[in-house]
């Protein structure tokens, strides 16, 4: 049993927006996500998905999308992304779950998981104080995802207590990455991170030369990781 993860899948079965359009990264996409993802990752696995799941505009539009997500190997646990405009109340997402039958896909917000004892927690987040362009609407917005991820945090230490798990890592999930485009970290997000005991920290929302321009390494004990599909030639990471 292993745990994996990879955001931005992009899926538009259901819509009528293929990645291809944004060059050749993307060609074929959809078919190499099933391959990569069904040759490492076992019924047995967990893959935490970062956001940008689906280009659909309203939950019920969603259909072929969870379809094909729930035809892939293992356990998912889906975090919402900046394109995810579907996304409503966990109570809608998870009866629109349950009339579909789909039975590998539950949904990550305020929450945390345990998993392989390790706790699984993450939000979305948003842009951040230190890029430009940061306006009053960015800090309401950036100052409620704060407030979901220390209520996820919070989860996760209330399930730690409540089973008495050592945890091997405390894993956080965000959507946008918690460094400003000079690498600096966020004193917002990470401080909170800092703060419950994060061993590592996967993000995506980059492509292209921005994913290549991404911090990864280890800043005070979290290990950061960008998990975009397209910088993973869409095949999932092992954490």
């Known amino acids: 049993m292993a745990i994996f993860t990879m955001s931005d899948l992009h899926l538009s079965l259901g819509t009528d927006k293929p990645m291809e359009v944004f060059g050749s990264a993307w060609d074929n996409y959809i078919q190499r996500i099933y391959d990569n993802w069904s040759s490492c990752v076992s019924a047995s696995d967990t893959v935490l998905v970062g956001g940008d799941i689906s280009w659909a505009m309203h939950l019920n539009d969603c259909t072929e999308d ?6 892939l190997p293992g356990r998912k646990l889906l975090f ?4 995810d405009y579907w996304w409503e109340s966990m109570t809608k997402m998870n009866s629109f779950l349950t009339a579909n039958g789909f039975q590998t896909i539950e949904f990550m917000q305020n929450n945390a998981v345990i998993c392989e004892d390790c706790v699984i927690t993450g939000t979305r987040g948003w842009s951040l104080p230190g890029d430009g362009g940061f306006g009053e609407d960015d800090e309401k917005i950036y100052n409620r995802e704060l407030l979901r991820l ?3 945090l919070q989860d996760g230490e209330r399930l730690l207590t409540q089973t ?4 091997d890592k405390k894993i956080c999930v ?3 990455p918690p460094f400003t ?9 990470v401080s909170l991170m800092e703060k419950y005991g994060v061993t590592h920290c996967f993000y995506g929302h980059l492509h ?4 290549y321009n991404s911090f990864e390494g280890a800043v005070n004990g979290i290990q950061y990781r960008l998990t975009s599909a397209d910088y993973l030639k869409f095949t999932p990471f092992e954490v």
Not at 164 to 167: K, S
Request: proline content about 6%.
């Open 150 to 152: 220390e209520l996820s």
């Open 181 to 189: 485009r000079e690498h600096i970290p966020d004193e917002g997000v």
């Open 208 to 211: 292209s030369h921005s994913a």
């Open 80 to 83: 919402k992304g900046n394109h």
């Open 174 to 176: 965000l959507h946008y």
């Open 164 to 167: 008495g798990i050592l945890p």
């Open 66 to 71: 969870f379809a094909f997500i729930d035809s």
